[in-house]
């Protein structure tokens, strides 16, 4: 179980607000061209040239979202390998804003019911987790 779908289980957290501050944590996440910049994965050219296609590949429509995942465009043109995608999935989501500190910046929750909230998610076995 993820901490979200806890907060709701509780009705500690209405649905609507959790789905607006996953929402709002999402497009806080840093984009994986400006990490893979930063961290010299990428050129500017090589970034401009997946965006290119990736706009392609959205204006053509097509069905499978593999086809205009930024990550796997840069595969696809090999720009990036497995390794160096997942070393910059992993920093986008180190750097991502917590849920917690999310619903707390909207006002959903206090600091002190957040903390509360936070030991008790810890205190469930493995088994109620899964």
Known sequence: M?????????????????????????QAQQPLGRIALRHELLSINEVFNILKLQADRIDAQTNDQDDYLFGDLAIELGFLNEEELF???????????????????MGVLTTDQLREEITAFRSLAPAELA
Request: charged share 25%; proline share 2%; net charge positive.
């Open 2 to 26: 993820k901490f979200g779908e806890f907060l709701v289980q509780r009705h500690t957290v209405a649905t609507t607000h959790l789905v607006a501050a996953l929402e709002r944590q999402r």
């Open 87 to 105: 070393k910059i999935l992993r920093i986008q989501l180190e750097t991502r804003p917590a849920l917690g500190d999310t619903l707390v910046e």
